[in-house]
């Protein structure tokens, strides 16, 4: 069937004009973004996303300023704010996967630890309180990766080389074992006013390891 005049004007106009609309939505969209919070250099950070200390809410908002910042701030033990100042309830659990890998700084009294790399964070409450703060190293690694990340930091927080010397030995008992999916292997607490506990988590099936720290009150 032979197509009229204005049926091929129609269509030849038509593919030029969802263009033009596609174009419209990134222009506004880009203006939208401009104008945001999102966009500026240095964003001031309101009370929902830094607590009176300085410390990172435990929210989705401060953790939206964790991800613009590229630091998050958690003090925990001696001197902590209480839960509800925090943002989160007195028996409660809290987590974050940040968009890209960043440094937390946790306190404790005297005690103050740097961390970079970290791609995840869950925090925990109990009566009130602070009581946990789990750290997630971004991008699991090989068996071999996560012992040399644990060597290197152990001076940091006091935990016993020779245990970690000891682990090589317990994944090989596993693996010939054959059975189970992972195998979880602890190291610490550290004494002190923050106690912490490194955790290194191996897949039988991906061959990778997961590390964590968890920082908790001390003595």
Do not use: C
Request: hydrophobic share 40%; aromatic share 8%; glycine share 12%.
């Amino acid at each position: 069937m032979a197509l009229s005049a204005r049926t091929r004007s129609l269509l030849t106009w038509l593919p030029a004009t969802a263009l033009l609309i596609v174009v419209g939505l990134v222009v506004l969209g880009t203006f939208a973004v401009q104008g945001s919070w999102w966009a500026e250099e240095n964003p001031a950070a309101s009370s929902d996303q830094k607590a009176s200390d300085g410390s990172t809410m435990l929210t989705d908002a401060g953790f939206d300023y964790v991800n613009v910042e590229g630091t998050a701030r958690v003090r925990i033990g001696e001197g902590a704010l209480p839960a509800e100042q925090l943002g989160m309830g007195s028996d409660a659990e809290k987590s974050a996967e940040f968009r890209r890998p960043v440094r937390v700084i946790v306190a404790g009294g005297d005690d103050v630890y740097v961390t970079e790399d970290i791609g995840a964070l869950t925090a925990v409450t109990r009566t009130g309180e602070l009581a946990s703060v789990t750290l997630a190293f971004d991008n699991p690694g090989t068996w071999a990766e996560a012992i040399d990340r644990m060597r290197s930091i152990a001076p940091t927080f006091g935990w016993d080389e020779a245990q970690i010397d000891a682990l090589d030995a317990e994944l090989t008992a596993f693996n010939q074992d054959g059975t189970g999916d992972s195998f979880t292997a602890e190291i610490g607490p550290s004494e002190g006013a923050v106690s912490v506990t490194g955790t290194l988590s191996f897949a039988r099936g991906s061959g990778t390891t997961a590390v964590t720290l968890t920082f908790g009150p001390g003595d």
